[in-house]
């Protein structure tokens, strides 16, 4: 069996210099999943993603949980006017700040998405893609309370203002198999309770929460 690229590609992140075969390595991860559908897609399967879902919806302001190194931030960014990441570990948050310190409209937090996000709520006043990627994935990531503070992420987005944002969920292969994860079927009733009519649907790994 051979190798999956984009795991490797992930493992390879936060070794220096990696940014030197980044291009080559994501080229090759794309290719392989286009032939082959690995799961997890690459980064730039879910940047299109991203980016298809903000512009059928309108709206140009990106809120991600989980920033990691800053990769999704920099795939996207010439694409929102307003950008707001929250990352619960010191050392990459500082190296996001230093990556990004040039972007004004790049906002950088520091803290736990499952209490941050609620903080930032009361600060947007227009229709925002969230992209929800803020859980524990080993060494190079910070652990809070729980592998992932999903279920906290939602209802903060759920007890906000109606308007009419995007919510995007990475690893929908995890949920219900892995610790701390809800089961497909609770994003889907939560949101049914929370806002009915939205449609939650399942694409290239992602769960998509939307307006009609």
């Given amino acids: 069996m051979f190798p999956n690229i ?22 090759l991860a794309l290719a392989q999943w286009k032939w082959f559908r690995l799961d997890p897609p690459p980064l730039g399967v879910k940047a299109a993603l991203i980016l298809r879902k903000a512009k059928a919806a309108g709206v140009t302001t990106f809120v991600e949980t989980g920033t990691f190194f800053g990769d999704m931030i920099h795939a996207v960014a010439p694409h929102f006017g307003k950008i707001i990441s929250i990352e619960l570990d010191q050392r990459l948050w500082q190296r996001a700040r230093t990556r990004f310190a040039d972007r004004p409209h790049i906002t950088l937090l520091q803290g736990d998405s499952g209490t941050v996000l609620g903080e930032v709520q009361p600060t947007l006043d227009a229709p925002c893609l969230f992209w929800l990627d803020g859980h524990y994935s080993g060494s190079a990531t910070a652990r809070g309370e729980s592998d992932t503070p999903i279920v906290a992420e939602l209802n903060h987005i759920f007890a906000s203002s109606q308007l009419p944002h995007v919510i995007l969920i990475d690893d929908a292969r995890l949920f219900g198999t892995a610790a701390d994860y809800p089961t497909f079927e609770y994003v889907r009733n939560l949101t049914a309770e929370r806002r009915p009519g939205w449609t939650v649907t399942l694409e290239d790994d992602v769960i998509c929460i939307e307006p009609r």
């Fill in 6 to 27: 984009t795991k490797i590609e992930y493992l390879l992140r936060p070794l220096p210099g990696f940014w030197i075969a980044a291009p080559i390595i994501r080229s």
